[in-house]
């Protein structure tokens, strides 16, 4: 199991940006990939972006294309996501998940973090 943590989260005027950064605790994180969720409120959860395991290939959901980016440091066991332009309905809880795999097109997640809060000010 592998033990994530964000940060980076905070209170934003639309047009702004943020940094969501997730850090993990195993070693083993270079080989899977890892995603991007966000859940606001009343909401499903809904996914937003994943990068493969090495970094090469990436995957957004159409909300987020052009705004967002993902990316990882896998000598700081680290996924960040990049925050631009953004919208009040951007506001929700973010968690980052990591994959069963090694590919961002996959749809099972086993492991998440606690969350992290983004509020976006009209």
């Known amino acids: 199991q592998v033990q994530l943590v964000e940060s980076g989260g905070g209170l934003v005027q639309a047009g702004g940006s943020l940094r969501l950064s997730c850090a993990a605790s195993s070693r083993t994180f270079s080989i899977y990939a890892m995603g991007w969720f966000r859940q606001a409120p009343g909401k499903e959860r809904e996914f937003v972006a994943a990068?493969?395991?090495?970094?090469?290939?990436?995957n957004y959901a159409d909300s987020v294309k052009g705004r967002f980016t993902i990316s990882r440091d896998n000598s700081k066991n680290t996924v960040y996501l990049q925050m631009s332009s953004l919208k009040p309905e951007d506001t929700a809880v973010y968690y980052c998940a990591r994959s069963v795999g090694p590919n961002p097109y996959g749809r099972q997640y086993n492991d998440w973090g606690q969350g992290t809060q983004v509020t976006v000010s009209s």
């Open positions: 990068i493969s395991w090495a970094g090469e290939s990436t």
